[in-house]
């Protein structure tokens, strides 16, 4: 066992050369690894407050329908707007640009 009053002895100028090295290595790459982490949370921070603009302005306000058709369902793919509207005893799919409000196009159903 080790006497607690005993001093170690001190190192020879070598090992101090690659003691101090070591710590110098040790600083650097936890700088950079500090400087990593920053540009990480900057980057989340930018996509986190970054908009494409007002999001009232990113769809129409009114789009055109036939009189007495009713919207059953309304999906929103790629900025284009999927309603399926029913008209009287018709069931189709209408195809609306979401930004402009245009129609792209119908799809209808036949029974068979």
Do not use: H, W
């Not at 950079?32 to 970054?50: D, E, P, Q």
């Amino acid at each position: 066992m080790r006497d607690e009053d005993q001093e170690e002895a001190p190192l020879d100028p070598a090992a101090q050369r690659l003691q101090a090295k070591l710590r110098r290595l040790l600083l650097g790459s936890s700088l950079i690894m500090f400087l990593g982490f920053i540009a990480v949370f900057a980057a989340i921070m930018y996509k986190i407050n970054a908009s494409g603009g007002n999001e009232a302005d990113r769809f129409a306000e009114t789009i055109e329908l036939a009189p007495g058709s009713e919207v059953q369902s309304a999906t929103l793919s790629d900025g284009v707007l999927v309603l399926l509207v029913r008209k009287e005893n018709a069931t189709s799919i209408v195809y609306v640009d979401a930004s402009t409000g245009a129609t792209l196009g119908t799809s209808g159903f036949v029974g068979r």
